[in-house]
């Protein structure tokens, strides 16, 4: 099998944290999730046991209370980072971007809530182990959205409420909630590489004091 690696490489480097430009009136199909979800389930899990569960809200008295706990969780860090971030840098514009979502959070078309079978604490059960059978995943699930046209931002911030959200949507205790994830069309597709260091300056070899070489 032969890809195009052109068009691979501009989907790897060109999937965003997509917040201010999900469409929130444009409605997203059952087929269309199932379909990035299906290929979700593509990414492995640890010792195979395929522990991943999704849930899907659209019901939209669920979506505004799913998003009032979202509120209220990340109130204390969403408000100190607009505190003391500069607004004209690229973190400040993600943190606005991040009020701008957290505010329209229940208007996205689409909420989608990423599970995993097991709770830290429990015999046997590792954060790496936990964590490392979901995000693989996700990240998979978020790729598929692009691809089509979609967007989704990986966010965390109601898990500080994780028990009132599992209280709102039915999730039994043996589950883990592992983010949240607003999922919409996009406004445009044009998205792309975001600025990150070169990769050989956090890059070593053999040991963390000796930094790869570039040839």
Not at 44 to 64: A, C, F, H, M, Y
Not at 83 to 103: F, H, K, M
Not at 183 to 207: C, M, S
Request: aromatic residues 6%; charged residues 25%.
């Amino acid at each position: 099998m032969e890809f195009d690696l052109s068009q691979t490489d501009a989907l790897l480097s060109t999937t965003r944290a997509v917040r201010k430009r999900l469409d929130l009136d444009r409605e997203v199909p059952d087929e269309i999730l199932l379909e990035c979800l299906q290929l979700a389930v593509q990414a492995p899990t640890g010792s195979n046991r395929q522990g991943w569960r999704w849930l899907v809200i659209r019901d939209p008295e669920k979506k505004e209370a799913l998003a009032d706990i979202y509120r209220r969780a990340g109130a204390d860090y969403l408000s100190s980072q607009e505190r003391e971030v500069d607004p004209n840098t690229q973190t400040g514009r993600v943190i606005d971007s991040a009020n701008y979502l957290a505010e329209n959070m229940g208007r996205v078309p689409v909420l989608v809530i990423p599970l995993i079978i097991g709770r830290l604490g429990q015999p046997g059960v590792s954060a790496p182990g936990l964590f490392g059978s979901i995000i693989p995943a996700v990240w998979s699930f978020q790729l598929a959205l692009r691809s089509r046209g979609l967007g989704s931002c990986l966010t965390t911030l109601h898990l500080g409420l994780e028990e009132e959200a599992a209280e709102l949507l039915n999730i039994p205790d043996h589950m883990t909630q592992a983010a949240l994830l607003p999922v919409a069309w996009t406004k445009g597709t044009d998205f792309k590489p975001a600025v990150r260091p070169p990769v050989h300056e956090i890059t070593y070899l053999d040991t963390y004091k000796n930094p790869i070489r570039p040839s």
